[in-house]
């Protein structure tokens, strides 16, 4: 098993109650800071988010900028409120949606679709492999901008 590997384990392990209160807590912050900067710091992978409200999201991880979505912790009271407000059935639309984390929550808790807005051609690639990966989400990407104005 690869060092990355372990990493990605380890995370795995900790409660979402302690990921979200590690970076509060002097000792462990520096520890954990020092361990993802020399493990897994600049490197791509493909990873199940384990806890939060994206839970079970097969999600395409670019370190560092994307740590808070693979642990779970990204904007957690939106996410949560998000995913406590969507009714299964209901057809959803993330505008602007950067990397479709919010659509993968949208669409694990039951919407019936997910149309996803993204004019950034980087960002719609991610979320293209991000469809890619959870083939069975009704995830619909369309690459355009949407606004009140030309």
Known sequence: MST????????????????????????LKQIQSFLMDQLVND????????????KGLVFP???????????GTWEIDFAEALKNTIIPGWVCYDIGAYKGYYAGVMAL???SEVF???PMPVNATIIENLIE??????????KMAVSNTC
Do not use: H
């Not at 590997?5 to 109650?17: R, S």
């Not at 991880?61 to 642990?71: E, R, T």
């Open 4 to 27: 990355k590997e372990i990493v990605i384990k380890a995370v795995d392990c900790i409660p979402l109650y302690w990921r979200t209160k590690i970076k509060n807590i002097p000792v």
């Open 43 to 54: 490197q791509r992978f493909i990873a199940t988010i384990s806890a939060g409200p994206a």
């Open 61 to 71: 991880v670019q370190m560092p900028q994307d740590k808070l979505m693979w642990i």
């Open 109 to 111: 808790k039951g919407a």
């Open 116 to 118: 996803v807005f993204e």
């Open 133 to 142: 990966l959870n083939a069975s989400l009704p995830i619909r990407l369309q």
